[in-house]
Structures are given as C-alpha cells and as structure tokens.
C-alpha cells in the first residue's frame, strides 16, 4: 500500500525551533516526528511512500534517504507551501489510482491502521476525541458518515486518513495554495459522501512548542 506524508509546512509556531530546522525533524523521544510516522507505516505494511518537502526540503531528504527500511519514496519540491490540498493535486501523478493512506509529519499517534477500510469510494477519516486546543472539534459521525454541526462536534480529524485519488480530479486546475479540509473535503462532507471512524488511541498534533514539551513528557512517561 502507498502513503503520502504532508512535510511541505513552514513551521512558523514552532519557532524558534524551526528557524533551523523543518518541523518533521524535531526530535520527540529519540526520533524524529517524520521517521516516527513512517515507522507506524512501515509496520502496517506501507511499503511506498510519498513526500512532499519545500521548507528546508533538503534536509528532510538527507534525514529519510538513510531509512533502508523503505523500499521506494518519492519526495515532491514544492518552490513554496502548496498547502494540504495543493500538495495532494500537485502529487497526483504519483499516487496511482488505488486509495493511499495520507497523514502529516508533526502528529504522535498509536492509530490502529487495521480498523482502515480496505476499499474506500472518497475519503475515510480517522478521528480522535477532541484535545484542548480543539474542544469545538472538526466534525460528527452518523451511521459511520461524517457531519459537521453548527456549534460542538464530537471528534477532531487525526490527520490520517484514507484517499480515494479520483477525487483529486476535480481540483487539477485549482490554483496553489489550497487547504485539503475546507476546499476538497467539506463539499464532500455537505453530500454525505465522507465515511470516518473514531480511534482512542493516544495521538498528540505537535503543531505549538506547548504541545512539543507534552509529546515529550508523555513518551518520556511511557518508557
């Protein structure tokens, strides 16, 4: 099975941290944020990888090329943030036509990869309950479909999920940046046609230095 890992981001709220370094090399028990996720993958069974990489790109690259674990990995330059939606438009051409696992570089997560549907038509989400930084949420589940209500949702997308490619089809001429959420998924969402389940396994978005420092205290606290 192919994944796709969004790398491409600028990092600006973890800065200082990231005037150095792109955020999917911050290390959080050892190990960076990018090789943690593509460990999870690998041992799901993920054997082609996707990337794309624009803020200190290079680095990203000279970090994952020494991963001999992975059989093939496409790393995608973007000259700027393309945006979540924009990077999976701009990669289509390398994503087949069979559904592909997609997830961020700076989330922690122990997400069971088999509860994923094997055959998905759009999109399945994975969602997590909602974490302090988010206690509106993104959306509901009803009858194992996604909506979004006025006011409280019930979960938080994890950031991983399971992408039909065809429905990238639509955008291939929208113009960079675009976010994957509001342009691609909603309009899906609004037609019933977005599936999600929940996961309450531990999963942490390392997106603040706050959330860094815990992501460290609770690995730290687990070994």
């Not at 990018?34 to 690259?61: H, M, P, T, W």
């Not at 999976?88 to 549907?117: E, H, K």
């Amino acid at each position: 099975m192919k994944a796709m890992i969004l790398a491409a981001g600028l990092g600006s709220r973890m800065q200082p941290i990231t005037n150095k370094i792109p955020k999917p090399l911050i290390d959080v028990g050892g190990i960076s944020l990018i090789e943690r996720s593509i460990n999870q993958l690998l041992a799901f069974g993920v054997n082609e990888f996707v990337i794309n990489v624009s803020y200190f790109g290079d680095q990203i690259k000279e970090a994952l090329q020494s991963m001999d674990r992975i059989s093939k990995i496409i790393f995608i330059d973007e000259p700027f943030p393309y945006g979540t939606g924009g990077a999976l438009v701009n990669a289509r051409d390398f994503l087949g036509s069979d559904p592909f696992i997609l997830s961020t570089a700076d989330i922690i997560f122990d997400l069971s990869f088999r509860q994923l549907p094997p055959n998905v038509e759009t999109v399945h989400l994975v969602a997590v309950k909602n974490p302090e930084h988010n206690q509106g949420g993104d959306f509901s589940i009803k009858e194992n479909f996604v909506l979004i209500k006025d006011e409280m949702n019930d979960f938080t997308y994890s950031g991983v999920s399971v992408i039909n490619p065809n429905i990238l089809d639509a955008h291939l001429s929208r113009e960079y940046p675009f976010d994957l959420w509001n342009t691609v998924l909603k309009p899906l969402i609004a037609k019933s046609m977005i599936t999600a389940h929940f996961d309450d396994s531990l999963w942490i978005d390392v997106g603040t230095v706050d959330r860094l420092k815990l992501a460290r205290r609770v690995l730290k606290d687990e070994n």
